[in-house]
């Protein structure tokens, strides 16, 4: 491998050693605002989403990053520099003679496919859970209205409604 080709190597190994940094993070993250959520602490689940968020502007920054160093890395290698794949490219790494880089690309690529997954996972899992009590809060909401709103004794036309106990909500008991 050149000097040039080590280069470029190198900043994508780095780069996406970073990048499996700030994705552990964003799980461990994403984990506690499953907590947040089963324990309805509002306050500190703005807190924690303010924080999620600037650390996907970070991993955003970094794949951008990332995309750069791979085209550059798959010309050297010859690989597809169109839509560079870590894959594509340890097999280019490990047929050239390079067998530890393309060994470290595989490893890398595994790790943040596990890790990305794992995250979506449980993404999707903190959304159930925000939907579950935006459902609930909704249903919460409706009651209060109802309840506030009054029963209207007589329909539109001034015709008198009937009206049984049950619905009506004004008996304290059905023997009185």
């Excluded at 990048?19 to 947040?36: G, S």
């Excluded at 309805?40 to 951008?64: F, M, P, Q, S």
């Excluded at 597809?80 to 690309?105: F, H, T, Y």
Aim: hydrophobic share 35%; proline share 1%; glycine share 6%.
């Amino acid at each position: 491998m050149d000097a040039t080709q080590e280069r470029s190597y190198l900043k994508l190994v780095n780069n996406l050693e970073e990048m499996v940094q700030h994705y552990r993070t964003l799980l461990n993250v994403v984990r506690k605002e499953k907590e947040l959520l089963i324990k309805a602490d509002i306050e500190k689940l703005n807190a924690h989403n303010h924080a999620k968020e600037n650390l996907l502007y970070k991993v955003r920054g970094l794949d951008t990053t990332r995309e750069r160093y791979a085209k550059e890395f798959a010309q050297l290698v010859g690989a597809d520099v169109a839509a560079p794949r870590l894959i594509e490219m340890a097999k280019k790494c490990s047929i050239s003679g390079n067998v530890e880089q393309g060994e470290k690309l595989r490893n890398i690529h595994s790790t943040l496919e596990i890790i990305i997954k794992r995250v979506s996972e449980l993404n999707k899992e903190n959304e159930d859970y925000a939907q579950s009590a935006l459902k609930v809060l909704n249903g919460a909401m409706d009651n209060i209205k109802d309840t506030l709103g009054g029963k209207k004794t007589y329909a539109r036309q001034g015709k008198m409604s009937t009206a049984t106990p049950e619905g009506s909500g004004n008996f304290v008991r059905k023997e009185a």
